[in-house]
């Protein structure tokens, strides 16, 4: 454990210098995306659902009533992001991944190093986008920031076996479809802009095997103070399982790609 | 050798398999301190498998394996802390800088920031890109990328180096500048392991070498005594014209075998080869044949290679 942490540590400068170049570029995806979604569905369609009473929303305004869904989606979508391309660049294009090898580094501090950072981007993107959406008075109490950490459980649970999956591809084809089958309607039916009891049963269920519609749960939850302990209890178990399970499959693809 | 010889790389019976293919079938060597050891071998020989268990970076399936009197099987990082590796692909991040991929890859080791920073220095100097130290990889040319990959591989100040075909593609220039810095390198007292499929480059760096040939130990011994087990001191080329057919030279080969130790016919010319070349030039001409061209030569570790691997091409 503490050598696991030297050797993370030993990364820092790598991922620092990473994100100094990067952090331009991440800036439109990042931000932009989840700024016009709050701004359509929260303030565009809410005016509309809130003229109609807010009863059904549980007494919060639409804005309200997505914001922590949205918090939850965008944590999702950067850490899929972070762990497909660049993953797959370490392994095969730039490979940079196996000089970090050569060193004392070992193939699971070199996964290790990777999460950090794809924390550090979920995290430091959740936040400015937590802040913008408090500014639009989507906030309903202070409770709303416990959105923050829930966002990162659920970009790590997501990220962690995509991570894994991504040692197995031998080219990014295999990546669209992830975004395809698996972000885009993991996001359209997670429960971020309606329960996902108003859909047809077998969606439903779709939607509770998809880490992101425990994480939207959890995030609402907590965030509207309308916590059941037991959910909470299952929320959060299903999605350290989904972390703790994809962590250990990224860790044996890492070593199986890297050393054999 | 009087003095206490410590072997640095210590092999015994090592193999190692990947599924049904068996890549290295079972090997003997030694590498001692201070040494430049090279693998020589046509691809697919088992080099590169060897360098990356060499290396810690791959489990052998058998045998016995110690690098710094260490096993890689339970103490990998502690060697590769003290190993420099320079890989056949360069895995530099093409998008830092040049000396960001000295100063990132120190840290990987423990080494502070400043040490890094000063080691990134010496090292520029010493593979002549100090100018180029703020410059993006992607606008180095080949031979400069291998400086910098050698010079990254220096960071930690190894006791033993790895180089898996440092020069294939690059121009003579970089390759005898190459040459040079790796010779410094060998005189300032580190242990080089190198592989590679151009004879000379073994010729020039290598104290001693394996031939490697399908997973095993083909010959071993200095360039100079791989050739005296393995070739003659000369080689008589024979070219009798472009009209002469394959036929004809064997034909040919027949009344010229008795003056040579070995003779090899190839399309174009006959090779004999024997200690003394001009004495079978003369002895050809008494016979009455007439050699369009005739060259003399020493034997070189290339005719050893050849003899040892075949000259089918292996792709």
Redesign the interface.
């Known amino acids: 454990m503490a050598l696991a942490l030297?050797n993370g540590r030993?990364?820092?400068?790598?991922w620092l210098?990473v994100y100094k170049?990067t952090w331009k570029g991440t800036l439109v995806s990042s931000f932009l995306l989840p700024l016009l979604y709050l701004a359509a569905m929260g303030i565009g369609l809410g005016s509309f659902v809130d003229s109609n009473g807010t009863g059904a929303l549980g007494g919060v305004n639409y804005l309200q009533y997505i914001a922590p869904g949205l918090l939850a989606s965008t944590g999702l979508q950067i850490a899929v992001g972070e762990a497909t391309y660049p993953v797959m660049s370490g392994l095969k294009w730039?490979?940079?991944y196996?000089?970090?090898?050569?060193?004392?580094?070992?193939p699971a501090d070199v996964v290790y190093g990777q999460f950090a950072f794809i924390a550090f981007r979920v995290t430091s993107t959740c936040l400015v986008f937590l802040l913008v959406i408090a500014a639009f008075g989507g906030l309903e109490s202070p409770l709303g920031l416990l959105g923050l950490p829930v966002a990162l459980l659920v970009g790590m649970a997501a990220a962690a076996p995509v991570a894994a999956y991504a040692t197995k591809l031998d080219n990014d084809a295999g990546f669209a479809m992830i975004f395809r089958f698996g972000v885009v309607p993991a996001f359209l039916f997670s429960g971020a802009f309606f329960p996902v009891s108003q859909l047809p049963d077998w969606i439903e269920w779709l939607a509770y095997v998809s880490p992101l519609w425990h994480g939207v749960e959890l995030s609402r939850d907590l965030s509207l103070g309308t916590v059941e302990p037991w959910m909470t209890v299952l929320n959060l178990g299903y999605l350290l399982s989904w972390f703790g399970i994809g962590t250990w499959l990224a860790v044996r693809g890492f070593t199986r790609k890297?050393?054999? | 050798m009087s003095e206490q010889r410590e072997s640095l790389v210590h092999v015994r019976g090592l193999r190692k398999s990947y599924g049904d293919f068996e890549a290295v079938r079972g090997i003997d060597l030694d590498v001692w301190r201070g040494e430049a050891f090279g693998f020589l071998g046509p691809n697919g020989a088992g080099k590169s498998s060897t360098m990356r268990m060499i290396g810690a970076v791959s489990p052998a399936s058998g045998g016995t394996l110690r690098i710094l009197g260490m096993d890689p099987a339970t103490e990998g990082p502690s060697i590769r802390a003290r190993l420099g590796v320079c890989p056949q692909d360069d895995t530099l991040d093409t998008e830092l800088t040049v000396r960001e991929n000295l100063t990132i890859y120190g840290r990987y080791f423990g080494l502070s920031r400043a040490e890094c920073r000063l080691r990134a220095d010496e090292l520029l100097e010493f593979v002549a890109l100090t100018e180029k130290a703020k410059v993006k990889v992607d606008e180095l040319s080949g031979g400069m990328k291998r400086r910098l990959t050698i010079a990254r591989s220096l960071v930690s100040k190894p006791d033993l180096l790895l180089l898996d075909e440092p020069t294939t593609g690059l121009d003579p220039q970089a390759r005898h500048l190459l040459w040079d810095k790796l010779f410094r390198l060998k005189q300032a007292g580190v242990t080089l392991i190198i592989t590679t499929h151009y004879m000379d480059e073994a010729e020039q760096l290598c104290d001693r070498l394996v031939v490697m040939d399908g997973g095993l130990i083909a010959a071993e011994g200095s360039p100079a005594q791989l050739i005296r087990d393995y070739s003659t001191r000369e080689v008589t080329e024979l070219r009798f014209g472009p009209d002469v057919m394959l036929a004809d030279h064997d034909a040919l080969a027949g009344k010229v075998e008795d003056l040579a130790q070995r003779i090899e016919v190839l399309p174009d010319r006959l090779l004999l080869y024997t200690d003394d070349g001009e004495h079978a030039v003369a002895a050809v001409h008494e016979r009455g044949l007439q050699p369009a061209a005739v060259l003399v030569r020493r034997s070189t570790l290339e005719d050893v290679f050849l003899r040892l691997t075949g000259r089918t091409l292996v792709d």
């Open positions: 030297e030993r990364q820092f400068d790598y210098t170049r730039q490979k940079f196996y000089s970090m090898i050569a060193t004392p580094l070992r890297l050393i054999g």
